[in-house]
């Protein structure tokens, strides 16, 4: 009998760890299970030093060799679609892993795909393989592969995860490009207005030195003025200015009062916030029911859900589902609760839960709101332009308008 170090998720969704001695890995998965408990990473105590040792040597390898490109999202979703094609072909799953490794170009990649091969190899299952690489492979990701080895359905989930892979992508990348124009324009902004005070304002000023005979400046003209004459001279303080700005908002955006700030605003800003909302609920939805329909537990599929969610309000009410749904509550009951659900989704989840379809219910509100994410995107975009012209031709024609002041004066004094 040996000894082995587990992590495991209780039915209340909690983690656990502790040891247990079993003759291999696959009775102690056994065991743990018997005892109601979900093992997500199972490793004998006295090779786990030297199997961190060995990872640590591969992990330097890797590094040493300086090829190898972070690895994408859409490198990993490939490669759970071709997997999943693959095993439906008929290949093992070792054989399909081979296939995988001698194909990936990324060497970095390549290197963990090697690791995983060798565990499978050796005996342990893939999910295993996969947990040993948590910054490539989610808590999501093992757990869906470690239900789809449990029911016999590795292929089916593999599949299921590439497709919730790519539309939590292709919602992503709608996001993105809604905000690629604004900041497009801002960036144009920036550099008119930052040309305008470096270099044409310093010429217009000379021009009223030498006309206006010391005379004061127009309100707007001095203000204008007064600016450029502080980033001409102060050129470093400036940017360190902007950098500060920068790095301090950056930095206040990752403290508890900067987030919970951040993340109110939103959801609660007029037209933006009802977008935020449709991306929230979409992919709390999608990967509720894809969880769901995976056969991993309630419970475990709620802390899971909960760990993606980026937004701090759906993260709590998440966990108050969660515990009402420990303590015998309905799923529906809890979700009415809690504001920041629609009614739309609740009735949805409540027929789900009468009818014995959840996880259909909730990938069925996931389509609906992907389509309003497409409608609201397209809103957006419609507002955005109109008003990030205007805003651009506000601030320049500020400063024009406040340079062209005092030349109204000298022709007048010249006409006079």
């Known amino acids: 009998m040996a000894k082995f170090k587990y992590t495991a998720i209780d039915q209340n969704g909690k983690q656990k760890t502790g040891t247990i001695d079993a003759a291999s890995k696959d009775e102690a998965s056994a065991k743990l299970s018997g005892t109601g408990l979900m093992p997500t990473n199972i490793a004998e105590a006295a090779k786990s030093s030297s199997k961190s040792t060995s990872a640590k040597g591969e992990k330097n390898k890797s590094k040493k060799g300086g090829f190898g490109k972070v690895i994408k999202p859409e490198e990993l979703t490939t490669f759970t679609r071709q997997v999943a094609t693959l095993l439906q ?7 399909a892993l081979e296939v995988m490794t001698r194909q990936e ?11 995983i091969g060798d565990q499978v190899k050796s005996g342990n299952s893939f999910s295993d393989g996969l947990a040993q690489h948590p910054k490539i492979f989610d808590r999501l990701y093992v757990n869906m592969i470690r239900a789809g080895e449990a029911g016999g359905v590795l292929d089916v989930v593999l599949s299921r995860l590439a497709g919730f892979m790519e539309k939590a992508q292709k919602t992503k990348k709608k996001v993105k490009s809604a905000m690629v124009y604004p900041v497009v324009v801002v960036g144009v902004a920036v550099s008119i207005v930052t040309l305008l005070m470096v270099v044409v304002v310093p010429k217009f000023q000379a021009i009223f030195d030498d006309m206006l005979d010391g005379a004061a400046l127009p309100g707007p003209t001095q203000f ?15 940017l360190i200015l902007c950098v500060a700005v920068f790095f301090g908002i950056k930095f206040g955006l990752k403290t508890k009062p900067g987030s919970k700030m951040f993340n109110w605003c939103a959801i609660n800003l007029p037209k933006v916030g009802g977008l935020a909302r449709m991306v929230n609920i979409a992919r709390i939805t999608r990967t509720f029911g894809t969880l769901l329909s995976s056969g991993v537990p309630i419970l475990q599929s709620i802390t899971i859900t909960k760990d993606i969610t980026g937004n701090i309000y759906y993260s709590d009410a998440l966990t108050r589902i969660h515990d009402s749904v420990r303590d015998g509550e309905s799923l529906a009951a809890p ?3 809690e504001s920041v659900f629609p009614n739309m989704v609740t009735s949805m989840v409540d027929v789900g839960e009468e009818t014995g379809e959840l996880a259909e219910m909730l990938n069925r509100v996931a389509d609906n709101y992907d389509e309003d994410v497409d409608n609201a995107v ?13 805003f651009l031709a506000v601030v320049v024609g500020f400063i024009v308008i406040a340079l062209f002041l005092p030349i109204v004066e000298i022709i007048k004094q010249l006409t006079g």
């Open 224 to 238: 204008v003025v007064s600016i450029s004459n502080f980033v001409r001279g102060n050129i470093i303080v400036t």
């Open 378 to 390: 397209a809103g957006i975009t419609s507002i955005i332009e109109p008003v990030m012209i205007v």
């Open 105 to 115: 170009r990324n060497l970095r990649f390549k290197a963990v795909l090697e690791q």
């Open 335 to 337: 979700m009415e609760r």
């Open 89 to 95: 072909a008929g290949l093992p799953l070792l054989r």
